[in-house]
Each structure stands twice: as structure tokens, then as C-alpha cells.
């Protein structure tokens, strides 16, 4: 590997999303394939996971080659390593052989969970792998995934792309991709209606929006047809729960700047129409509506036998609540 341009020797790929962790994995066998000289074979890629992996499995494959080539190891599922097994990685990444690159996949628990400060103090690489569920959180992964693809995309239309394509990241990467790709790089609202036409036509954007207004049976109409067209229960969900929790973020810290509330996690596009939604609203029904959402929450996660009915009653509640204020 060519002087400066090789990646770090040791790396911890730390979190439980499989999709960032084998994303973050590829990154650093793709930089080291590409550091590889000239003429020369690319690094032999190696995987080793779950608790069956042995000490004698790891020392045989992390041991010094003879013809000294490049090699990349993975360490998958170090989570539930045996102790011998986590001695013999720590063995390694403290002393990793010439030309060798070793990543560990780790989650941050089991009963390996000292592995992880262990490779800290060894010096390793950390990538972020963490889950990902914040409504917030996976408009901003929307939006560093455009970033990446050197395209400006306003927050309106990754908003719309999460109601239409759901939370999961591996799907929204991908279509944050074939979007680039259909609109030459012009992203906007109608752009993502127009390729994600059968779910955001209606979305769960549409039905909060009706239903923190006090418009109850607008939002009712909406979500049956979001549901009827595929939008996720979660993704409804979240959106309920954002705009509830919205309007209590900017109800409650009535004159703050729109700056100060961008560091809370309310993007300053929204700061008016969520100020113009709070006339609907006051202080107990706020309270009440929190309560509302939070159980939703729970519920659209496995809690509820039948989670359309608990949508349908979660956005009743919430329409009522609004048009008592």
C-alpha cells in the first residue's frame, strides 16, 4: 500500500444498523484495495464472525504471512466473542502484522462490551453504525446522503422522500441515488411525487398536518388512503409525533430565534408554519396530545394487536385536542 494513502490499520465499526455497518466496512476494504500499488493484486478480504469464532481461528489468520501480502480481515458479530477470542483480537490489533488492515464489527453490548474501550486505547478507527430512528435524525441522513452525491436538496423535499420511501436506510440511500439519477441532480418535492407518486400523493406529512389544525375528518380521509397506498405505520407515526412535538418545541419558547431552535432540531423552513399552527393550541392540550403520540409510538412497535386502529384513534385524539384549545 502506497505511503499516505492507505487507511488506518485497525478500525471499530461500532452500532447495530447492519446497513452503516457494512457500508462503513466497504468504505475501508474499498480504500485499501485503492491504495494497493500498481500491478499489484488487490488485499485478500477474510471474514470471521459470531461466538464460534475460536483463538486458533483468529491466530492462524492474523499471523504474519510468509510472502508478506496485503490482507483486510473482518471481525463480524464481535459482540458475543468468547474471552479467548477477544484476548487474540486485542493480541492482533495491537501488533497487526505489515500490510494488514483488520475491522471489527462491534454493537456496543453483549458480553464483549469491554472489547470496545480495548480498541479505543489500541488506537482504531471509529465509524458510526448506530440505529438510526429519530424522525429528525433520518431527514438529516437524507440529506447527508444528497450531500454526499453533490446535490443540494432542500429539507421540503427529504421530508416528502421519508414519508414516501419509510425509515429504512438501505431504501432511502438507494432512492436517494435513482433520484439523482432520474432528475439530473434537480431534487425537489415534485420530483420526489412524481417518482414516489403512489405513497406521497397522500403522506404522513398530509395527516398531521390536517390533524394539528383541528381538521379531523381531513385527517381521518388522509391517513385511510396513506394507509391504503402503502405508507408505512411508522413513518405516520413519526410524522404525527413530529408536529405535535414541534408545535410544543415553538409554543413553549414563544419569541426564541429561529437559529437557537435549528440547534434543537427544528429546521428554520419550519419555524413559521409551525408558529402559525400553535393559534390551534394551549399548554394542556399540548400536554395531553404528547401523551397521545408517545403511546402511538409504542404501539405502531409492536405493542398493538392492530395498529391501523391505533393510528386512526391516535389522529382523532390529536384533531379533537386541536379544535378544543
Known amino acids: 500500500m502506497s505511503p499516505g494513502s492507505a487507511p488506518a490499520a485497525l478500525h471499530l465499526v461500532l452500532g447495530e444498523d ?12 474499498a480504500t485499501a484495495r485503492a491504495a494497493a500499488p500498481a500491478g499489484e493484486d488487490p488485499p485478500v478480504v477474510s471474514r ?30 464481535a459482540a458475543e466473542l468468547g474471552k479467548d477470542a477477544q484476548a487474540a483480537v486485542m493480541d492482533a ?34 465509524h458510526a453504525a448506530a440505529k438510526i430512528s429519530r424522525h429528525t435524525d433520518v ?14 436538496v432542500a429539507p421540503e423535499a427529504c421530508e416528502a422522500l421519508v414519508e414516501a420511501v419509510g425509515t429504512d436506510l438501505r431504501q432511502l440511500a438507494s432512492a436517494c441515488g435513482q433520484l439523482v439519477a432520474d432528475t439530473g441532480g434537480k431534487v425537489d418535492v415534485e420530483a420526489v411525487r412524481r417518482y414516489h ?11 398531521a398536518e390536517r390533524a394539528v389544525t383541528g381538521d379531523v375528518a381531513g385527517a381521518i380521509e388522509a391517513l385511510e388512503w396513506a394507509m391504503h397506498t402503502g405508507v408505512p405505520h411508522v413513518v405516520l407515526a413519526d ?48 400536554g395531553r396530545a404528547l401523551q397521545v403520540v408517545a403511546r402511538l409510538n409504542g404501539e405502531v412497535k409492536g405493542q398493538a394487536e392492530d395498529t391501523s386502529y391505533a393510528l386512526e ?10 379544535g378544543a384549545a
Not at 105 to 123: E, F, I, M, W, Y
Not at 198 to 204: D, E, F, M, P, Q
Open 18 to 29: 447492519e446497513f452503516l455497518t457494512e457500508r462503513a466496512t466497504a468504505g475501508v476494504v
Open 139 to 152: 431527514v438529516g441522513f437524507v440529506r447527508s446522503e444528497f450531500r454526499g452525491l453533490d446535490v443540494r
Open 197 to 207: 407518486s403512489g405513497v406521497v400523493g397522500v403522506s404522513g406529512f398530509t395527516v
Open 48 to 77: 470471521l464472525g459470531g461466538p464460534e469464532v475460536g483463538a486458533s481461528q483468529l491466530f492462524e489468520l492474523l499471523s504474519p504471512s510468509l510472502f508478506g501480502e496485503a490482507r483486510i480481515v473482518v471481525i463480524t458479530g
Open 239 to 286: 410524522a404525527l409525533a413530529d408536529a405535535v412535538n414541534s408545535i410544543a418545541m415553538v409554543g413553549t419558547q414563544r419569541g426564541t430565534p429561529p437559529a437557537e431552535l435549528a440547534r434543537q432540531g427544528l429546521p428554520p423552513w419550519k419555524v413559521k408554519k409551525v408558529t402559525a399552527q400553535t393559534r390551534y393550541w394551549s399548554i394542556d392540550t399540548l
Open 93 to 126: 490489533a495491537v501488533d497487526l502484522p505489515d500490510r494488514t488492515v483488520m475491522v471489527v464489527q462491534h454493537t456496543g453490548g453483549g458480553r464483549a462490551k469491554s472489547l470496545v474501550p480495548d480498541l479505543r486505547k489500541a488506537g482504531a478507527q471509529e
Open 313 to 322: 384513534r391516535a389522529v382523532r385524539a390529536v384533531g379533537s385536542l386541536a
